[in-house]
């Protein structure tokens, strides 16, 4: 209801119930083009650049710089992540700008004298943080596909560090708890002030002064405002000055790269999907080749069978994930073709056992949960262009460190490698080699943004925030539109559950499972763990018939929202 309100005083487009279908999620409905995101006033932002005759592209850029200002827990421009984008005609294509380890970086650097990881030492301080790459990403996708002027997508967010923006719920709320932490720093304290309180009131402006300013220097100089000259310099000095390793060199050698999407097909849609660096791409097409051998009319939606066969969809994809994936320009023989293939799927569709559960083998391959904290938006124009981007910090506020002077929070994006060589175990840790750190490697993700389509138009574009769970959201979320015809917001807020091989069980959202599916998931084998909350999901689809698009944000993003014209 929040959101209807909310849509309603942004949108020219209809708005409507979803009450055709007996659920109370809102949709958004617009004809001419839209933008979903975990900030509803960087939603905005995107709509304006549409209205302006900005493409998708264009407006991808002007939200992903509006939520660095207004999103701050993953909107970022000291971090990275990935775009995937369709346009009207030509070949689908992606953008990696994920973050890259400092020259100076070493496979064993969080560990200590015996070889043992510190709790938490490869997501604690400045060692942890990549050489970010939103700014290069941003920049190469506007250089080759966008139409307005640089300055004109990066001057909303300008405005909205320099004249502030009202605190929203969500915001206040995580920035309360982040105050409160014991172990709050300096520079988190100062980060949220205003000059009255030591945090702005819900309801009250926020402005970010020194924000404005490192945002200008990118508004005027492009890339080389963050990668060269004056920001470039304070961030080494920052650097060198508290023990991090990033310097100007690392700065200036970043670059994004233009990769091929993973492509894969559930029937009459086409999958696009986001190629390594990220495993996203790669998982999500062998579940969805999974799901299609299996025989989904005999078997209900959402009852033990179907989540047991899901948990061993997922299983075989997350043991493929760890064994196979890492950074292309470091794994130059990575079985893509295989793994994506319908003849693979076969093969591991062969022995799952319709009554039980399979067993993870910890001797081999496994992996920790992630930090939850990502942002994804999807776009949509009115030419039939759609762009989905997922970006982040890692932990919800990167490292929560930064230079007061820039204004901007740096990821802690090193932790996604595998920091112990060799040492894989059941809880979770993972050593294999294709994600061990090197210098200037990139560190395995699970970002997922996904654009589907049907008749070569966009169908689907998502994406969600949730470390590892990323693309089990997603996945689930696609399976949902694609195979049972849910409206978009109803498919967003299904149930989710996560299984990731290692540890060997089924996370699932709280009060949405009922007690009798948990107890025959159990009789089948499957140990099941409880959480409030698994991603946050941000989606548009398209109705051909009514030529509308149609979009939701999930309603665990208090501050997101669908915005259309
Ligand atoms: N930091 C989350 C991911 O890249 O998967």
């Known amino acids: 209801m929040l959101k209807m309100i909310k849509g309603n005083s942004l949108l020219l487009g209809v708005i409507i119930f979803s009450s055709i279908n007996s659920f109370c999620f809102a949709q958004v409905v617009a004809p001419n083009g839209m933008v979903v995101s975990s900030n ?20 991808a850029v002007a939200t992903a710089f509006a939520l660095a200002v207004t999103h701050p827990t993953a909107g970022n421009i000291g971090g990275g992540g990935f ?9 689908v294509t992606t953008i990696d700008f994920r973050e890259k380890a400092p020259l100076a970086a070493t496979p064993t650097m969080f560990l200590d004298d015996k070889g043992k990881l510190p709790k938490n030492n490869n997501h604690e301080g400045l060692k942890t943080v990549g050489v970010p790459g939103t700014v290069a990403g941003l920049y190469l996708a506007h250089q080759k596909y966008g139409k307005l002027n640089w300055a004109d997508l990066v001057q909303p967010a300008v405005d909205l ?10 915001l206040f709320k995580e920035a309360s708890k982040l105050l409160a932490a014991e172990d709050t720093n300096q520079f988190i304290q100062n980060y949220f002030k205003n000059s009255e309180s030591k945090i702005t009131p819900i309801g009250k402006i926020w402005k970010q002064a020194a924000l404005a300013k490192t945002l200008e220097a990118i508004r005027d100089k492009g890339k ?9 310099r304070e961030i080494a000095d920052f650097m060198q000055k508290n023990r991090g390793i990033i310097t100007m060199k690392d700065l200036e050698s970043y670059t994004a790269i233009e990769r091929k999407p993973i492509k894969g097909k559930y029937k009459e849609f086409d999958i696009y999907s986001m190629p390594p660096p990220s495993s996203g791409g790669v998982a999500l097409v062998e579940m969805m080749n999974m799901m299609e051998l299996a025989n989904l009319d005999s078997i209900p939606f959402n009852s033990a069978e179907y989540l047991h066969l899901l948990a061993e969809v997922m299983r075989r994809a997350y043991a493929d994930r760890a064994e196979y994936l890492g950074d292309p320009d470091f794994n130059l023989e990575m079985p893509l073709d295989k793994l994506t293939s319908k003849e693979f799927a076969k093969m591991r569709f062969r022995n799952l056992n319709k009554n039980k559960a ?24 009115k030419d039939g262009n759609a762009v989905s981007l997922t970006y982040t910090l890692e932990y919800a506020y990167g490292s929560r460190l930064g230079d007061e002077k820039l204004g901007f929070i740096f990821n802690n ?66 399976v949902n539109v694609l195979e049972y015809e849910m409206p978009i917001d109803k498919a967003i807020e299904a149930m989710k559950i996560h299984h990731q091989w290692l540890p060997d069980e089924i996370v699932f959202e709280k009060n ?8 025959d998931l159990e009789k089948m084998g499957h140990k099941t763990k409880a959480v409030n909350n698994l991603g946050s999901l941000m989606g548009i689809t398209y109705d051909e018939k009514l030529k509308v698009f149609i979009g939701a944000s999930d309603t665990s993003s208090p501050d997101g929202g669908a915005v259309g014209y």
């Open 161 to 170: 560090a320099k004249n502030g923006f009202i605190i929203p719920k969500g």
């Open 358 to 381: 399979s067993i993870s083998d910890s001797s081999a391959f496994g992996h920790p949960y992630d930090g939850n904290n990502t942002t994804h938006f999807s776009v949509a124009d």
């Open 224 to 232: 080389d405002g963050f990668y060269k000259g004056e920001i470039a």
């Open 413 to 478: 994006e090193m932790g996604d490698f595998n920091p112990v060589p060799g040492i894989t175990n059941r809880k979770g840790q993972i050593g294999t080699s294709p994600n061990l750190i090197a210098p200037e490697k990139r560190m395995l993700s699970s970002m997922t943004p996904t654009i589907v389509s049907k008749n070569r138009k966009p169908y689907l574009i998502i994406g969600s925030p949730g470390g590892r769970t990323i693309i089990n959201t997603v996945f689930q979320t696609v």
């Open 512 to 519: 949405l499972m009922s007690p009798k599916s948990r107890k």
């Open 83 to 91: 775009l995937v984008f369709m346009p009207d005609s030509g070949e």
């Open 40 to 59: 509803a006033v960087a939603s905005k932002v995107g709509v304006d650049i549409l209205k302006k005759g900005g493409n998708a592209i264009d407006a």
